[in-house]
């Protein structure tokens, strides 16, 4: 099993910034991708950003520019960077990890941007 822990979360007027961390503990050595979720109220869960084990990157469109994925193999930690938020960025913001059998969810932490 892989447990997943989300911090970083909180309110922040538009334009701020923000950095989400997540801890992965357990069995992690089989994880081929990291990625970022979030969930508006109201609204479906929508993939933020990816980081896959051979370094490759996505992000939606909207945060292209934007918010940055990063890990630090050494601490098994992954981050999400995120610049110039805009109230449309408020939403639970889920880590996600992937093997090539099974998927994990962090508990989300909530991003709140205030116009």
């Known amino acids: 099993q892989v447990q997943l822990a989300e911090s970083g979360g909180g309110l922040v007027q538009a334009g701020g910034s923000l950095r989400l961390s997540c801890a992965a503990s357990?069995?992690?050595?089989?994880?081929?991708?990291m990625k970022w979720y979030r969930q508006a109220p109201g609204k479906q869960r929508e993939l933020v950003a990816s980081?896959?084990?051979?370094?490759?990157?996505y992000y939606q469109e909207s945060v292209k520019g934007r918010f940055t994925i990063s890990s630090n193999n050494a601490k098994n930690m992954l981050y999400l960077q995120m610049n110039s938020l805009t109230p449309e960025d408020t939403a639970v913001y889920y880590c996600y990890a992937q093997d090539i059998a099974r998927e994990f969810w962090g508990q989300g932490t909530q991003v709140t941007v205030s116009s």
């Open positions: 357990g069995i992690i050595f089989n994880i081929n991708a």
């Open positions: 980081l896959w084990r051979n370094g490759n990157t």
